[in-house]
């Protein structure tokens, strides 16, 4: 039951990564919590990059509910190696999130991305393909 609430959980949180980047995307003023928060609106070469996010995060939800038996639709193979690039994205987002000048990210996105670090290596170290039921 708790390694299922994990997975979900991890899985959730990359929707809400990928909506936020959906948002800053479609032009959404939200700059200062994303990309070095340098700027409210961000340039065409970010949008497009929180476009490209947008896609990442979303299949990194569907690696997380593969890994964690919650669908079968992926090979255990791309579930095994990519819960783990999940997992390295999120720790270099933590870090750099941490370490950023902004506000938004040190202290929202840093704690956020934190949480869902801890999330995710709890779903990258279950058992490949195990039913969470």
């Given at each position: 039951?708790?390694r299922?609430r994990?997975?979900?959980a991890?899985a959730?949180?990359c929707?809400?990564?990928?909506a936020?980047q959906?948002a800053?995307?479609?032009g959404?003023?939200?700059?200062?919590?994303?990309?070095?928060?340098?700027?409210?609106?961000?340039s065409?070469g970010?949008?497009v990059?929180?476009?490209v996010?947008v896609v990442l995060?979303?299949f990194?939800?569907?690696v997380l509910l593969?890994?964690?038996?919650?669908?079968?639709?992926?090979?255990?193979q791309?579930?095994?190696?990519?819960?783990w690039v999940?997992?390295a994205?999120l720790?270099?987002?933590?870090?750099?999130?941490?370490?950023?000048s902004s506000?938004?990210?040190?202290?929202?996105?840093a704690p956020?991305?934190?949480?869902h670090l801890?999330?995710?290596?709890?779903?990258?170290?279950?058992?490949?393909?195990?039913?969470t039921?």
């Open positions: 039951m708790i299922k994990s997975t979900v991890a959730a949180l929707g809400v990564v990928s936020f959906f800053l995307a479609a959404a003023p939200l700059g200062r919590a994303a990309w070095g928060g340098t700027a409210a609106e961000l065409t970010l949008r990059a929180s476009g996010a995060w979303a990194a939800a569907l593969r890994r964690g038996g919650l669908i079968t639709q992926l090979p255990e791309v579930a095994r190696k990519g819960s999940v997992v994205l720790a270099a987002g933590a870090l750099m999130n941490a370490a950023s506000p938004w990210e040190r202290y929202g996105w956020f991305i934190l949480v801890v999330l995710s290596i709890r779903v990258a170290t279950s058992p490949v393909g195990q039913r039921a």
